[in-house]
C-alpha cells in the first residue's frame, strides 16, 4: 500500500518562499508521476504541477514561481514556491500514478493522494 505524507505548509506573507515536501512509502517510485493539486475553500482541487514521464508541467498561474524536483533516493517529491500570492491560498496535495506517463492535469489520473498541508498567504 502506497502512503504519502505532505509537509512543509503554513502562513507567510505575500512574496515569501515555502517548500512542500511528499514523502511516499510502499514502493519505489523512481519512474512513477507525481503532482501537486490544491483546493482553495469552496473551491475545487485543481492542477498545480506534475513530473511525468520525464517532462515537468506546471500551471500557468506558477510558472516561474513554483519547481517540483524529486528525490529518487528519499522517495520524495518537492515543490518549491516562491513569490508567493494571496490567491495561492490553498490545501496543497500530492499524488501519484502507478504509471511513468500520464495526462498531469487531470487528477483521476492519479492512484493515491496525501492528506494535504495548509498553505496560507497573507496580504
Known amino acids: 500500500q502506497v502512503r504519502l505524507v505532505e509537509s512543509g505548509g503554513g502562513l507567510v506573507q505575500a512574496g515569501g518562499s515555502l517548500r512542500l515536501s511528499c514523502a511516499a512509502s510502499?514502493?519505489?517510485?523512481?519512474?512513477?508521476?507525481m503532482g501537486w493539486f490544491r483546493q482553495a475553500p469552496g473551491k475545487e482541487r485543481k492542477f498545480v504541477a506534475a513530473?511525468?514521464?520525464?517532462?515537468?508541467y506546471y500551471v500557468d498561474s506558477v510558472k516561474g514561481r513554483f519547481t517540483i524536483s524529486r528525490d529518487n533516493a528519499k522517495n520524495t517529491v518537492y515543490l518549491q514556491m516562491s513569490s508567493l500570492k494571496p490567491e495561492d491560498t490553498a490545501v496543497y496535495y500530492c499524488?501519484?500514478?502507478?504509471?511513468?506517463?500520464?495526462?498531469?492535469?487531470?487528477?483521476?489520473?492519479?492512484?493515491?493522494w496525501g492528506q494535504g498541508t495548509q498553505v496560507t498567504v497573507s496580504s
Open positions: 513530473r511525468s514521464g520525464g517532462s515537468t
Open positions: 510502499g514502493r519505489t517510485f523512481s519512474t512513477y508521476a
Open positions: 499524488a501519484l500514478s502507478l504509471r511513468d506517463s500520464i495526462p498531469p492535469q487531470f487528477w483521476y489520473e492519479y492512484d493515491y
